[in-house]
Every structure is written in structure tokens, then in C-alpha cells.
């Protein structure tokens, strides 16, 4: 009920601890739940990770089966390219082997610190609904930021909470 309050004020997203099928589930740490998630979800598929990336997220897919599919973020600001993660998700979709079935948003990120804007939140939640795929978003970082408006919960972007599966951790 605690973490489920904290989402609320902090985070934007109401959830209901006590709903069937769960809405909240306390792992053993957010590495706990990301491979939990990769092993439910993606054996024999693919996610996409936006580049540079937190390898352990490559390493987490493949111990599940899985493939990692990169969008390269550009520039010194590490600029999302929409139409070339469009491109990426389609030509994934598109594979009878390891066929794309989630992106990995990861804001604040591991390594670089960048957080996504809304803008850029919002294209990812508009290719994840027009290819139908699952966003495994890591916050692990949300409260590393100058200001605390700064960190969006991609779950909190119309649309997104459906398919969006938030990793946290109470240690960071």
C-alpha cells in the first residue's frame, strides 16, 4: 500500500495493491524484476535498448533467449530519432525469428544520466501501440535528477500504463 501511494503522489499512476491480476509485485530488487520480466516475456523475441545502453539489459535478454535490437540515441545530447526507431520496430515486428516484442526505456539512464522528455516519452508510447509492443521501463533512477519534475514515469504517458511495466528500487 506504501509503494502503491508513493506511485501515486510521486509517479502519477494509481494502481490498486490489492487487484487481480496484479498490478504490483515486490521483487527482490529491480535486477530481480527485470529478469523475472525478461524470462516471463521475451524468450525467443526481441527488445529494443536505446544505445549507450546499461549492458546488464543486453545480458538480462540474453539469458532469457532473447535478442537486443539498438536504437543509437545521436549527438552530444543523445537525440531520440523517432522515425529510426519507427524503422527499427517495424523491420523487428516484421522477423519470424526473435521477433521484436518490447522496448527497454530506461530514464533517468544507466550510464549517461539523460532523461527523457515527454516529447520523447510519447513517440516511444506511440511506436509501442502502433507495433503492439510491451515497455519495460527501468526508473531505478527517478530521483537522480536536478529537479524532481524532471523524471517522468513512462507509465504516466496517455496510453502507456496498459503496456508498461515499471522496474524501481527502494535503493537508489
Not at 77 to 97: F, H, N, T
Not at 104 to 128: D, Y
Request: glycine share 6%; proline share 6%.
Amino acid at each position: 500500500r506504501a509503494v502503491a501511494e508513493k506511485l501515486r503522489l510521486f509517479n502519477g499512476i494509481s494502481i490498486d495493491p490489492d487487484r487481480r491480476p496484479l498490478e504490483l509485485i515486490i521483487t527482490p530488487g529491480a535486477t530481480g524484476g527485470l529478469i523475472t520480466v525478461a524470462h516471463t516475456y521475451l524468450p525467443g523475441a526481441s527488445a529494443i535498448v536505446f544505445e549507450p545502453y546499461y549492458p546488464y539489459h543486453k545480458r538480462t535478454l540474453e539469458t532469457a533467449g532473447a535478442r537486443t535490437d539498438v536504437v543509437k540515441l545521436r549527438g552530444e545530447a543523445l537525440d531520440l530519432d523517432v522515425d529510426e526507431l519507427r524503422r527499427i520496430c517495424r523491420d523487428g515486428k516484421s522477423r519470424s525469428a526473435f521477433p521484436l516484442k518490447a522496448i527497454i526505456v530506461s530514464s533517468p539512464a544507466n550510464p549517461t544520466g539523460r532523461v527523457l522528455s515527454r516529447a520523447e516519452l510519447t513517440s516511444i508510447v506511440g511506436c509501442a501501440e502502433e507495433f503492439d509492443l510491451i515497455l519495460i521501463s527501468d526508473e531505478v533512477y527517478e530521483h537522480f535528477t536536478v529537479e524532481a519534475a524532471d523524471h517522468i514515469a513512462t507509465a504516466s504517458i496517455p496510453g502507456a500504463f496498459e503496456r508498461t511495466i515499471t522496474v524501481s528500487s527502494f535503493s537508489k
